[in-house]
Nanobody, 123 residues
Framework: VQLQASGGGLVQTGGSLRLSCAAS????????MGWFRRAPGKEREFVAA????????SYVDSVKDRFTISRDSAKNTVYLQMNSLKPEDTAVYYC?????????????????WGQGTQVTVSS
């Protein structure tokens, strides 16, 4: 399993970034996919998830109405569009795979984190 996250960078408050995660080594269309983040000095936290079908999504309250998760099964890629960024969104962002095929969308049970991509929002 390989998950290659990209698209991070430095942006000002109110700006936007689009993260991508290219997946390989497993049957992408059978797994829910998620985005998580770890801010300096904090535990890793759930950000968003999308079901294996793409029909269901879930977000942590702090990013609702600002972030959008999507997936392209033809490209084996999951995306996170981040708008109206705030300094508290600064973190390393990781994509992850739900370890169970065909699972009901959930916020736990993810692994294979990949190397992460740094997002820094300046005030």
């Amino acid at each position: 399993v390989q998950l290659q996250a990209s698209g991070g960078g430095l942006v000002q408050t109110g700006g936007s970034l689009r993260l991508s995660c290219a997946a390989s080594g497993f049957l992408f269309s059978r797994h829910n996919m998620g985005w998580f983040r770890r801010a300096p000095g904090k535990e890793r936290e759930f950000v968003a998830a999308i079901s294996w079908s793409g029909g269901s999504v879930s977000y942590v309250d702090s990013v609702k109405d600002r972030f959008t998760i999507s997936r392209d099964s033809a490209k084996n890629t999951v995306y996170l569009q981040m708008n109206s960024l705030k300094p508290e969104d600064t973190a390393v962002y990781y994509c992850a795979r739900d370890r169970t095929e065909w699972a009901t969308l959930r916020r736990m049970g993810y692994d294979d984190w990949g190397q992460g991509t740094q997002v820094t929002v300046s005030s």
